[in-house]
């Protein structure tokens, strides 16, 4: 198998020496260092960024991002989830702005992953509500039913019978939450559409609500339940909690809207990558779980007297101020994240109201007006219901 | 003294030898039932849930687990047993420095499980196939090291002017790889950052493949080849040519695997042509097989070792034919972090590579223990493992990874291409569950006594 002929390039000191380390150096300095310097020169990072590492605070200790993301690594998140959204394929469509280099310029190792089983997470900072992460983190199922992602429950605790999340768990979502996040302003006109115009319900048919059904378990039970009455799987961590979909008479353009627009400071995400066809499905399925509740609703507000004395209870408690005058939520108020609800649109139960009433709504503008009891609370229910605009949603 | 004057590959050769296969063979079915155990709690909701609450089996650091058993533990010792075996054949030596290849062997491992227990105990460090965390990628520098010096010393000491192309192989395969090696735990994994770091990181996980696992290999067929046909090579000219192309232009492309990132658009263009140029350098090396193999090709019939070396061999024309398309900019938009690629990656490192290594170990086994297998069990092991590796992990997983890259495409949820892709993720736990039994049929054939494999003479350099 000998060659006769003495040739350099079989000989092990030339192998070695050429093939072995020159090789080596060549792909390193021409292909490692050659981009990092032409990095280097060409990167033009915000001034904020350029002056702050966000991983460190004042004393260049890791701050929780910086422990975040090293849970992130840990755990090997950056297997499934890339970090970097390409000018190609519809990328800044589904997930924002294509990634530049410098956002990742203190990102040692980098994240930027090789494989995408789950969604990128270049973009996430502002994308979802902290309580979002913490549900899905202990269990993906619970916001989203049918994922695949594996459960990190030892980043949580067991307190009583709640679950509370942990140091870990808490660096790691200020972490998601800042990945991006010089881009946020731009995500944010992505994921939460400020405005939804339809041109109305379409017929509504069986098909729609078969339909509708198994949207509503593919993407809805997790949070709201199987029966819709809010107590999912996420139940335990989400402020405001879900809402309970069986207590309330929503038309089928509001639910559209809602899940079109999402419910920005609620974990209510926005639903508009789902076709217009599917919204509808879901919104018929979603308006059935709380029909039965809009003549009991409308029979509250049947005595003239009643609305009169509860628009004084409405107008002394200043519930004008975030929910409007009539019920339509003043532009200003908008701005409140979550939104307050319009009245115009939506009915409740009484026992519902007089459940807010008493309680108010945690992780909303909304507090509890308990003084408002008796004949005062009934009154109020009756002017509520009376702000329905009837007119405009007919029974279906 | 009077030991170094004993034929080459006497009893601590084979002994070596020996324990690193068992070695492999160890870690390839721990590696496979962490690859079946993910594979599983990959096809579905209720699948990801199961066990869910056990953080040692988080699917993510089992991931890690996997790829880092299977590489650093099956292939790596398998390529070390091979080594341990062809270098005192082609130089005429024993090996240099057997001590330290006696105390490296059960270090390497130790090496490996630590590295293991590392990522399993939330250790990972965030660099591909680099995860083991650093204090055990000390060890396995230090064990690597020792490989090196007892390998390619054995090669530099030995007088050889010539080397066959099996050394060439070799000798390329451990001294880049010792630098690649270091430069991804230090430089990749504490200093580069970013899209700079992205850039690093391409060059080391193309070349752990590149220039590691794919030199060992085919220095491996390039020896069994002419061993088994009892022929020489056709053409030492291709050899050389398929050697120099591949040293020079491999390493050049791993910028490859982060096209559209946010690294240098320059080295992304650059990385189109280089790695483009590969599908010449393996069409060269497999000519050159092929060459050999001509008038023989019914030899594959009889013997077991031949065939998984030629399909072996087929597997790697596909996936190297695979590798250059994946770098056209066009193609590379819809296939890219899609299981389209895991099929690939799985088609060279299961279907070339690991095949190589079948190949090497039922050639060996006879050898080193002086008793044969049984034919049956060889012929099971190679059809079950063909068969649910072929159709139902690549062809199934080839057509997730498409259906996945075409539902991104549209502006539908992420879920959607999720669930679509999860029959074919179902169908890839089965072929994860036959080919370990494959696997286990294959491990139990080794100790058992038979008589096949026995009736080739030894043949000796």
């Given at each position: 198998m000998s060659a006769?002929?003495?040739?350099?390039?079989?000989k092990p000191m030339f192998?070695l020496l050429?093939?072995g380390f020159g090789?080596f150096l060549l792909?390193?300095?021409?292909m490692g260092?050659?981009?990092?310097i032409s990095?280097s020169a060409?990167?033009?990072p915000?001034?904020e960024l350029?002056?702050?590492?966000p991983?460190?605070d004042?004393n260049?200790?890791?701050?929780?991002a910086?422990?975040?993301?090293?849970?992130?690594?840990n755990?090997?998140?950056w297997h499934c989830?890339s970090?970097?959204?390409?000018?190609?394929?519809n990328?800044?469509?589904r997930?924002?702005p294509?990634?530049?280099a410098?956002?990742s310029m203190y990102?040692?190792?980098n994240t930027f992953?090789?494989?995408?089983?789950?969604?990128d997470l270049a973009r996430?900072?502002?994308?979802?509500s902290?309580?979002?992460?913490?549900?899905?983190?202990w269990?993906p199922r619970?916001?989203?039913p049918?994922?695949i992602m594996?459960k990190?429950?030892w980043?949580?605790?067991q307190?009583?019978?709640a679950?509370v999340?942990t140091?870990?768990?808490?660096?790691?979502v200020?972490?998601l939450?800042?990945l991006g996040?010089?881009k946020?302003?731009?995500?944010?006109?992505l994921?939460w559409?400020t405005r939804?115009v339809t041109?109305?319900a379409?017929?509504a048919t069986e098909a729609h609500g078969?339909?509708?059904a198994?949207l509503?378990?593919?993407?809805?039970i997790?949070c709201h339940g199987?029966?819709?009455?809010?107590?999912g799987?996420?139940k335990?961590?989400?402020?405001p909690?879900?809402?309970?979909l069986?207590?309330?008479y929503?038309?089928r353009?509001?639910?559209?809207r809602v899940?079109?627009?999402?419910?920005e400071?609620?974990?209510m995400p926005?639903f508009?990558e789902?076709?217009?066809?599917d919204?509808w499905?879901?919104s018929?399925y979603?308006h059935?779980l709380g029909k039965?509740?809009?003549?009991?609703a409308l029979?509250?507000?049947?005595n003239?007297?009643?609305?009169?004395?509860?628009r004084?209870v409405y107008?002394k408690n200043a519930?004008?101020?975030c929910?409007g005058?009539?019920?339509m939520?003043?532009p200003a108020?908008?701005g409140l994240?979550?939104?307050?609800?319009?009245?115009r649109d939506?009915?409740?139960?009484?026992?519902?109201?007089?459940?807010v009433?008493a309680?108010?709504?945690?992780?909303?503008?909304?507090?509890?007006?308990?003084?408002?009891?008796?004949?005062e609370?009934?009154?109020?229910?009756a002017?509520?219901s009376?702000?329905f605009?009837q007119?405009?949603?007919?029974?279906? | 003294?009077s030991?170094?004057a004993?034929?080459?590959?006497?009893?601590?050769?084979?002994g070596?030898v020996?324990?690193?296969?068992i070695?492999?063979?160890?870690?390839?079915?721990a590696?496979?039932?962490a690859?079946t155990f993910?594979?599983?709690?990959?096809?579905?909701?209720?699948?990801?849930e199961w066990?869910?609450d056990i953080e040692l089996?988080?699917f993510?650091?089992?991931?890690?687990?996997?790829?880092?058993?299977?590489?650093?533990g099956?292939l790596?010792?398998?390529f070390f047993?091979?080594?341990?075996?062809a270098?005192?054949?082609l130089?005429g030596?024993?090996l240099?420095a057997r001590?330290?290849?006696?105390?490296?062997?059960?270090?390497?491992?130790?090496?490996?499980?630590l590295?293991?227990?590392g990522?399993l105990?939330g250790?990972?460090?965030?660099?591909?196939?680099?995860?083991?965390?650093?204090w055990a990628?000390v060890?396995?520098a230090l064990s690597f090291v020792?490989?090196?010096?007892v390998?390619?010393?054995?090669?530099?000491?030995s007088?050889?002017r010539n080397m066959?192309?099996t050394?060439?192989?070799?000798v390329?395969?451990f001294v880049f790889?010792?630098?690649?090696?270091?430069?991804?735990?230090?430089?990749?994994?504490?200093?580069a950052?970013g899209?700079?770091g992205?850039a690093l990181?391409?060059?080391?996980i193309h070349n752990?493949?590149?220039?590691w696992?794919?030199p060992?290999g085919v220095?491996?067929?390039?020896y069994?080849?002419?061993v088994?046909?009892k022929?020489?090579?056709a053409?030492?000219?291709l050899?050389?040519?398929?050697f120099?192309?591949?040293?020079f232009?491999?390493p050049?492309g791993g910028?490859?695997?982060?096209?559209y990132?946010?690294?240098?658009w320059w080295?992304?263009?650059l990385a189109v042509?280089?790695?483009f140029?590969?599908?010449?350098v393996v069409?060269?090396v497999?000519?050159?097989?092929?060459a050999?193999m001509?008038g023989?090709w019914?030899?594959?019939?009889?013997?077991?070792p031949?065939?998984?070396?030629i399909?072996?061999?087929f597997?790697y024309?596909?996936t190297c034919?695979q590798g250059?398309?994946?770098?056209?900019?066009?193609v590379?938009?819809?296939?890219?972090?899609?299981?389209w690629?895991?099929?690939?990656?799985?088609?060279?490192?299961f279907?070339?590579?690991s095949?190589?290594?079948?190949a090497f170990?039922y050639?060996?086994?006879?050898r080193i223990?002086g008793h044969?297998?049984s034919?049956a069990?060889a012929?099971?092991?190679?059809?079950?493992?063909l068969?649910?590796?072929?159709?139902l992990?690549?062809?199934?997983?080839?057509i997730?990874?498409l259906m996945q890259?075409?539902?991104?495409?549209?502006?539908?949820?992420?879920?959607d291409?999720?669930e679509a892709?999860?029959p074919?993720?179902?169908?890839?736990?089965?072929?994860?569950?036959?080919?370990?039994i494959?696997?286990t049929?294959?491990?139990i054939n080794?100790f058992?006594?038979?008589n096949e494999?026995?009736?080739v003479a030894?043949v000796?350099?």
């Amino acid at each position: 198998m000998s060659a006769t002929k003495e040739i350099a390039a079989e000989k092990p000191m030339f192998v070695l020496l050429v093939a072995g380390f020159g090789f080596f150096l060549l792909s390193f300095i021409g292909m490692g260092l050659g981009p990092w310097i032409s990095l280097s020169a060409t990167m033009e990072p915000p001034k904020e960024l350029a002056d702050a590492n966000p991983y460190r605070d004042d004393n260049g200790d890791k701050n929780a991002a910086g422990r975040g993301r090293e849970v992130y690594i840990n755990e090997g998140c950056w297997h499934c989830h890339s970090q970097f959204v390409r000018p190609v394929a519809n990328e800044e469509f589904r997930y924002g702005p294509v990634s530049q280099a410098w956002e990742s310029m203190y990102d040692v190792p980098n994240t930027f992953g090789t494989r995408r089983i789950g969604p990128d997470l270049a973009r996430e900072a502002g994308r979802r509500s902290d309580d979002w992460h913490y549900a899905h983190l202990w269990n993906p199922r619970s916001t989203v039913p049918r994922s695949i992602m594996p459960k990190y429950t030892w980043l949580f605790e067991q307190q009583g019978d709640a679950w509370v999340p942990t140091e870990k768990a808490k660096d790691l979502v200020a972490y998601l939450q800042g990945l991006g996040i010089t881009k946020k302003e731009d995500v944010r006109k992505l994921v939460w559409p400020t405005r939804v115009v339809t041109a109305g319900a379409p017929v509504a048919t069986e098909a729609h609500g078969k339909r509708g059904a198994e949207l509503f378990a593919k993407h809805c039970i997790g949070c709201h339940g199987e029966k819709g009455d809010g107590l999912g799987m996420a139940k335990d961590f989400l402020k405001p909690g879900a809402a309970d979909l069986t207590t309330r008479y929503l038309p089928r353009e509001e639910v559209f809207r809602v899940l079109f627009m999402g419910s920005e400071g609620s974990s209510m995400p926005s639903f508009s990558e789902l076709t217009e066809k599917d919204l509808w499905a879901l919104s018929q399925y979603v308006h059935d779980l709380g029909k039965q509740v809009r003549k009991p609703a409308l029979a509250t507000a049947g005595n003239a007297a009643a609305i009169e004395r509860g628009r004084e209870v409405y107008r002394k408690n200043a519930c004008a101020s975030c929910h409007g005058e009539s019920g339509m939520v003043p532009p200003a108020m908008e701005g409140l994240k979550p939104a307050p609800k319009h009245f115009r649109d939506r009915l409740y139960t009484a026992d519902y109201i007089k459940k807010v009433m008493a309680e108010g709504r945690p992780g909303t503008a909304m507090v509890p007006f308990a003084k408002i009891q008796g004949q005062e609370l009934d009154d109020l229910v009756a002017y509520i219901s009376s702000l329905f605009n009837q007119a405009n949603y007919k029974e279906e | 003294m009077s030991d170094e004057a004993k034929p080459p590959g006497t009893t601590d050769e084979l002994g070596l030898v020996k324990f690193h296969i068992i070695a492999a063979v160890c870690w390839l079915i721990a590696g496979m039932l962490a690859g079946t155990f993910m594979g599983y709690r990959l096809s579905g909701a209720s699948a990801a849930e199961w066990l869910g609450d056990i953080e040692l089996l988080s699917f993510g650091r089992i991931r890690i687990l996997h790829t880092h058993m299977v590489i650093f533990g099956w292939l790596s010792n398998g390529f070390f047993a091979f080594s341990y075996y062809a270098i005192p054949r082609l130089t005429g030596r024993r090996l240099f420095a057997r001590g330290i290849a006696k105390l490296n062997a059960p270090f390497v491992q130790l090496a490996v499980l630590l590295g293991g227990i590392g990522i399993l105990t939330g250790n990972a460090e965030g660099v591909e196939y680099a995860e083991s965390p650093w204090w055990a990628d000390v060890v396995f520098a230090l064990s690597f090291v020792g490989m090196v010096l007892v390998n390619v010393g054995t090669i530099l000491t030995s007088g050889v002017r010539n080397m066959y192309v099996t050394l060439w192989y070799l000798v390329l395969g451990f001294v880049f790889t010792t630098l690649n090696f270091v430069m991804a735990n230090t430089i990749v994994a504490h200093v580069a950052p970013g899209a700079a770091g992205a850039a690093l990181e391409g060059l080391w996980i193309h070349n752990a493949v590149g220039l590691w696992v794919t030199p060992m290999g085919v220095a491996i067929v390039y020896y069994l080849l002419p061993v088994i046909l009892k022929r020489p090579i056709a053409s030492h000219k291709l050899s050389l040519i398929g050697f120099w192309t591949l040293a020079f232009f491999y390493p050049l492309g791993g910028s490859h695997h982060f096209f559209y990132s946010p690294t240098p658009w320059w080295l992304q263009i650059l990385a189109v042509p280089l790695t483009f140029a590969l599908i010449f350098v393996v069409y060269t090396v497999v000519y050159n097989f092929f060459a050999t193999m001509k008038g023989q090709w019914k030899t594959m019939a009889r013997s077991i070792p031949l065939r998984f070396l030629i399909f072996g061999t087929f597997n790697y024309i596909i996936t190297c034919t695979q590798g250059p398309f994946h770098a056209l900019l066009n193609v590379q938009q819809v296939v890219h972090f899609t299981d389209w690629i895991v099929a690939h990656a799985h088609l060279a490192l299961f279907g070339v590579f690991s095949w190589w290594i079948f190949a090497f170990i039922y050639w060996i086994w006879p050898r080193i223990t002086g008793h044969g297998y049984s034919r049956a069990l060889a012929e099971w092991h190679f059809w079950i493992t063909l068969i649910a590796f072929w159709v139902l992990y690549y062809v199934a997983d080839t057509i997730a990874g498409l259906m996945q890259g075409m539902f991104w495409l549209t502006t539908l949820p992420l879920m959607d291409s999720i669930e679509a892709a999860e029959p074919f993720w179902a169908t890839r736990a089965i072929s994860g569950v036959l080919i370990t039994i494959g696997t286990t049929l294959f491990i139990i054939n080794l100790f058992r006594k038979g008589n096949e494999g026995l009736e080739v003479a030894d043949v000796s350099n």
